[in-house]
């Protein structure tokens, strides 16, 4: 597990979906609060996951990902408690943590649905997020 060293303070998600392919088109804006002094790397939990990009103050960033993380470079340092806002853009093939449910040829009836329980380990899956 590693060192938590920001303080999240709110999570703007605004989402598509494709039924069809179960994939989540994304934009997550995360507001949050550096707990050290020159903050310079936000790390964030992104699994199955493609960042198209990310900017603070409408400024790219310079990113990079595994299949694990999205590690976000800031650009400079921060200081302790002063509120930033980061945009990420993404699609994400969730494998757990948001679920699908439609039509299909042995189940017509089933209507559209799509559900989140992501809780503290999941969301990592279908927005990029601090998971524990």
């Given at each position: 597990m590693r060192n938590r060293d920001y303080d999240q303070k709110n999570i703007k998600l605004?989402?598509?979906f494709n039924f069809d392919k179960e994939e989540v088109t994304g934009k997550a804006d995360l507001t949050f609060a550096p707990l050290i002094n020159n903050f310079r790397k936000l790390i964030l939990?992104?699994?199955t996951m493609k960042i198209s990009s990310v900017k603070i103050g409408g400024k790219e960033l310079k990113f990079s990902q595994d299949d694990y993380n999205l590690f976000i470079d800031m650009g400079r340092g921060y200081e302790k408690g002063k509120n930033l806002t980061v945009s990420i853009n993404?699609?994400?093939f969730p494998?757990?943590?948001l679920y699908f449910f439609h039509?299909?040829?042995?189940n017509p009836e089933i209507?559209?649905?799509i559900w989140s329980q992501g809780e503290g380990t999941d969301n990592?899956?279908?927005y990029p997020a601090y998971d524990l």
């Open positions: 605004i989402l598509q939990d992104a699994r993404y699609h994400a494998s757990s943590g039509p299909t040829k042995q209507p559209y649905n990592r899956y279908w």
